[in-house]
């Protein structure tokens, strides 16, 4: 079991940027794309994903310190510290029962795709880790290899056609052609956010408010540019952080450059993926008609859309309220605050990009999320004790990403049920 977790650390190691393209690659040839053409496809894949990564980077690095500045400046205290999902993902890998968890998935994938019980093949290796964590999770409760696995398997099912569900809108709204969003979190928050998002939309007064990126470009001119509203979001962020002018003025630039970039480095990627697509139609209309397949990417891919990224930074001091107030919360959003834009990906597209109902819905989830990273966290402080480092005065900790997704805390509640039979 220890070399099976080395190989599959070795692999996920290598990053996206390398292990992608060779995936494209070997998908390409399945769906008799030329090989050269296939190649193509892959390196060009593989150069978008590092740019989108640069700008990540720039993101994370950007608003984490920053949403951590809030924190001490108002002084907040709570009980529980929200210790991100690099933490989280390293107490799953750390498991037992992970390792075997990524051919497993990709086998049953597969198997749902020949079965038709899906449309989606997800190919984004690097983000079997929410549907890891669910089988960790279970197994940190239960002990039971074969009922964690089992729950691991519905976890991805789950995640699966909530992507194939999502992907029309995903297309349409992003205009991501063949590409759905089977990312944990992503799904989870949208599962969610997607319906009280429609109920939003049907309260008086709050219904004929429609903000989108560009109802506000046509309204305030190069004001209401996706960079200069980068620029504004980020320059307030710096500003609630206590920063000093220049550095609010350094923050406002760096929220500008990735509303600015990250459209141009999620256009390089879709460049690579339409050949591929475009051989997967061709083939599966060969044999089955008009059956549709996507290709399963990272979520992050939504941040490309300014409303989404918008909405994320948005609610990054609103969560922080949200923590303060809300009766029953006892986390202290910290690690994952900078990683809200990629939950809200599928909520914003189904409010059409409308950023007041996107807000709104999102604050309305976000209240959910937090309550269940409280109750979430005994058990992640269990997965995580002796694997990684608690932040400074963190006795118990939990994450937004995993403790504040209803998948995962279905998952957390179904295996305190049955524990005790094992």
């Not at 060779?22 to 053409?37: A, H, S, T």
């Not at 690579?272 to 059956?291: T, V």
Request: some cysteine; charged content about 10%.
């Amino acid at each position: 079991m220890g070399s099976l977790s080395n190989i599959v650390q070795g692999i996920i190691s290598i990053g996206p940027s390398v292990m992608l393209p060779i995936i494209i690659f070997i998908v390409g040839l399945i769906f008799r794309v030329k090989p050269g053409k296939a190649l193509e496809a892959g390196i060009t894949v593989g150069i978008g994903m590092i740019g989108i990564n640069l700008v990540i980077n720039l993101l994370t690095t950007s608003v984490g310190p920053a949403a951590q500045a809030m924190v001490h400046r108002f002084g907040f205290h709570l009980t529980i510290i929200d210790a991100g999902w690099p933490a989280v993902s390293a107490g799953t890998w750390a498991q037992p029962i992970s390792a075997v968890m990524i051919p497993i998935i990709l086998v049953v994938n597969i198997a749902l795709l020949l079965m038709n019980w899906t449309k989606t093949l997800d190919i984004d290796i690097w983000n079997y880790w929410h549907m890891i964590a669910a089988t960790a999770t279970s197994y940190v409760i239960t002990k039971n290899w074969v009922f964690s696995i089992f729950i691991g398997i519905v976890y991805e099912f789950a995640v699966l056609r909530i992507a194939d569900w999502t992907a029309p809108m995903v297309e349409e709204y992003y205009g991501l052609e063949g590409i759905s969003f089977p990312t944990g979190s992503a799904a989870a928050y949208g599962l969610i956010g997607i319906p009280v998002g429609w109920l939003v939309d049907k309260i008086p007064g709050i219904k004929n408010l429609d903000v989108d990126p560009e109802t506000i470009q046509k309204r305030f001119g190069v004001f209401g540019e996706p960079m200069v509203m980068g620029i504004v979001i980020g320059a307030v962020l710096a500003a609630l952080g206590g920063y000093s002018f220049g550095n609010i003025l350094k923050l406002g630039m760096a929220m500008g450059g990735v509303m600015f970039l990250m459209p141009r480095m999620v256009k390089i990627l879709m460049e690579g993926l339409i050949p591929i697509q475009e051989g997967a139609q061709k083939l599966l209309q060969e044999r089955y008609g008009n059956r549709k397949i996507y290709l399963g990417m990272d979520a992050a891919l939504s941040t490309g859309a300014p409303a989404t990224l918008a909405t994320g930074l948005l609610m990054v001091p609103i969560t922080l309220f949200l923590a303060i107030i809300l009766p029953g919360n006892r986390v202290l959003p910290f690690g994952d605050l900078a990683t809200i834009p990629f939950f809200v990906a599928l909520i914003v597209p189904s409010r059409k990009g409308n950023i007041v109902h996107s807000v709104i819905s999102c604050t309305i989830v976000m209240i959910f999320a937090l309550l269940m990273a409280t109750d979430f966290g005994p058990a992640l402080t269990s997965m995580l004790h002796g694997i990684v480092s608690f932040p400074h005065g963190a006795a118990e900790v939990t994450n937004l990403d995993t403790g504040g997704n209803v998948l995962n805390w279905l998952v957390l509640k179904i295996s305190q049920l049955v524990a005790p039979l094992f």
